[in-house]
């Protein structure tokens, strides 16, 4: 990101896309869990596959949803949505 507007540049989509599940991903492994990015679609869907602890969580929903489509969409806003699979 740029010091100065937090711009991504010059980056690809996956590649933006890549460095908010990093940012992301730390808070998941405190609880046992992680995140993989499957693929980004072509109308901007965002495929991910939650692992470990997260993975058939009750909450995980509620975290893909609030947590990390919600941040996603706040650093890039071309994206779609950010669902599950897996």
């Given at each position: 990101m740029c010091e100065h507007c937090n711009c991504q540049g010059d980056k690809s989509l996956n590649d933006k896309v890549i460095e908010v599940i990093n940012g992301?991903?730390?808070?998941?492994?405190?609880?046992?869990?992680?995140?993989?990015?499957?693929?980004?679609?072509?109308?901007?869907?965002?495929?991910v596959r939650l692992q470990g602890a997260c993975k058939g969580c009750p909450g995980a929903a509620m975290t893909l949803k609030m947590g990390v489509e919600r941040l996603m969409k706040q650093r890039i806003p071309e994206i779609k949505e950010v669902v599950a699979v897996k």
């Open positions: 992301i991903r730390p808070m998941l492994q405190n609880d046992g869990g992680d995140i993989e990015l499957v693929e980004v679609t072509a109308d901007n869907t965002v495929k």
